[in-house]
T-cell receptor, first 112, second 112 residues
Framework: KAGVTQTPRYLIKTRGQQVTLSCSPI?????VSWYQQTPGQGLQFLFE???????NKGNFPGRFSGRQFSNSRSEMNVSTLELGDSALYLC???????????FGQGTRLTVV | DQQVKQNSPSLSVQEGRISILNCDYT??????FLWYKKYPAEGPTFLIS?????DKNEDGRFTVFLNKSAKHLSLHIVPSQPGDSAVYFC???????????FGTGTRLKVLA
């Protein structure tokens, strides 16, 4: 069974640009969550989607948004990038209830 | 407000001995807990979980203990192996929130 796939693995963007990250969950998993990992803050919850509906959102500015498609694949978008958005962005999938979440390898975003 | 705390940033243990990683939480609504292992530049790997209806769960060399009255959980690794050297995160979730709150991690080093 294939794991969680995130693309791209690495990304360099300039301040003010926008970026879209992609996540393909484990087959059969309908819940996709996004987390931001920075050295000082650990893993911070961004949002969670289930069957194309956002069920929860973390304390991030509106520049961070996401969506989920009917095949459960998810994208997150960050607009007007700031230097502080440089981080490892992790996607996790789970069957849907509060089960173990399985993470992808992440997308390393660097904003210069 | 750090709802999940891992107060030991690092831990060194001799190979073959027991590693004990600790985690404290403040939110009494948390009812599901997980431990993840993370290597640099990779996503977290799920290790073991426990629900609040249990006080112990074992999986091979890994055992998680939950003390609800103290709002404390711990991960025991016996025997510790050099390949266990990584950063360990505990995470907690409350039913219906569809998100995990992570601790800041403990770096375990197992010395050969």
């Amino acid at each position: 069974k294939a794991g969680v796939t995130q693309t791209p693995r690495y990304l360099i963007k300039t301040r003010g640009q926008q970026v879209t990250l992609s996540c393909s969950p484990i087959s059969g998993h309908r819940s996709v969550s996004w987390y931001q990992q920075t050295p000082g803050q650990g893993l911070q919850f961004l949002f969670e989607y289930f069957s194309e509906t956002q069920r929860n959102k973390g304390n991030f500015p509106g520049r961070f948004s996401g969506r989920q498609f009917s095949n459960s694949r998810s994208e997150m978008n960050v607009s007007t990038l700031e230097l502080g958005d440089s981080a490892l962005y992790l996607c996790a999938s789970s069957p849907g209830q509060v089960f173990e979440a399985f993470f992808g390898q992440g997308t390393r975003l660097t904003v210069v | 407000d750090q709802q999940v705390k891992q107060n030991s940033p690092s831990l060194s243990v001799q190979e073959g001995r027991i590693s004990i990683l600790n985690c404290d939480y403040t939110n009494s609504m948390f009812d599901y807990f997980l431990w993840y292992k993370k290597y640099p530049a990779e996503g977290p790997t799920f290790l073991i979980s426990i629900s609040s209806i249990k006080d112990k769960n074992e999986d091979g060399r890994f055992t998680v203990f939950l003390n609800k009255s103290a709002k404390h959980l711990s991960l025991h690794i016996v025997p510790s192996q050099p390949g266990d050297s990584a950063v360990y995160f505990c995470a907690a979730s409350a039913s219906g929130t569809y998100k995990y709150i992570f601790g800041t991690g403990t770096r375990l080093k197992v010395l050969a």
